[in-house]
């Protein structure tokens, strides 16, 4: 079964850090880019981050620019996202979701939207 | 990075269409042909229904087409049934690399 399923979340302190995982099934996950999207309570979707399939490359939204660092490990099938100096407007519901890709000239290209998400696992941050 | 632009909300009548707008700049919208667009039932996960402006994945109705022009694309839904109540986002690459979203459309079947 193809899926995507996210844990790590829960209650923390504000300047505090969290590490979320999203665990990959059914498919080849290292072949893969990967994104982190987020969603606030009652609000709109929020892009985080995308890692390459190799984890070489990685892009952060401004918002957690050298707070959050996304990383992978192929071997486990699993993507992470360790959140650090955590703040109250990071508070939402984190959803790991996958990029399509083609294979051009044998280098893979991302194709830009996302088309597997997971189910999502909520982050709060509050004293 | 500046969300783009959607409309709060867009109803209609069953059977009807209804189009929302999503506007961004040339450095998203107008500059790739990356545009999506995403509908999320309460409590649900986003679901893909369009994406690169105007193609439709496997299993979704062609009732749902996607179009673009300039900095501003739009979904159109038509012959509108009541399981198309949702929120909808679009979505777009853009220069820096990233991605960006709409603030997300209510729609509402009357």
């Known amino acids: 079964q193809v899926q995507l399923v996210e844990s790590g979340g829960g209650v923390v302190q504000p300047g505090r850090s969290l590490r979320l995982s999203c665990a990959a099934s059914g498919f080849t ?46 071997s486990k099938n699993t993507l992470y996202l360790q959140m650090n100096s955590l703040r109250a407007e990071d508070t939402a519901l984190y959803y ?32 | 990075q500046s969300a783009l632009t959607q ?14 707008s999503c506007t961004g700049t040339s450095s998203d919208v107008g500059g790739y042909d990356s545009v999506s667009w995403y509908h999320q039932h309460p409590g649900k996960a ?8 105007s ?3 496997s299993g979704v109705s062609n ?3 996607g179009s673009k022009s300039g900095n501003t694309a739009s979904l159109t839904i038509s012959g509108l049934q009541a399981e198309d109540e949702a929120d909808y986002y679009c979505s777009s690459y853009t220069s820096r690399s990233t991605l960006v979203f709409g603030g997300g459309t209510k729609v509402t079947v009357l």
Do not use: E
């Open chain 2, 63 to 65: 009732r749902f087409s």
């Open chain 1, 96 to 127: 790991c979701a996958r990029a399509p890709f083609r294979m051009i000239r044998g280098v893979i290209t991302i194709i830009h939207h996302f088309d597997l998400w997971g189910q999502g696992t909520l982050v709060t941050v509050s004293s």
């Open chain 1, 29 to 74: 996950f290292s072949n893969f880019p990967m994104h982190w999207v987020r969603q606030a309570p009652g609000k709109g979707l929020d892009w985080v981050t995308i890692i390459s399939y190799d984890g070489n490359n990685k892009y952060y939204a401004d918002s957690v620019k050298g707070r959050f660092t996304v990383s992978r490990d192929n």
């Open chain 2, 7 to 20: 409309p709060a909300s867009v109803s209609g009548s069953p059977g009807q269409s209804i189009t929302i």
């Open chain 2, 46 to 53: 986003p679901k893909l229904m369009i994406y690169d402006v």
């Open chain 2, 55 to 57: 193609n439709r994945p």
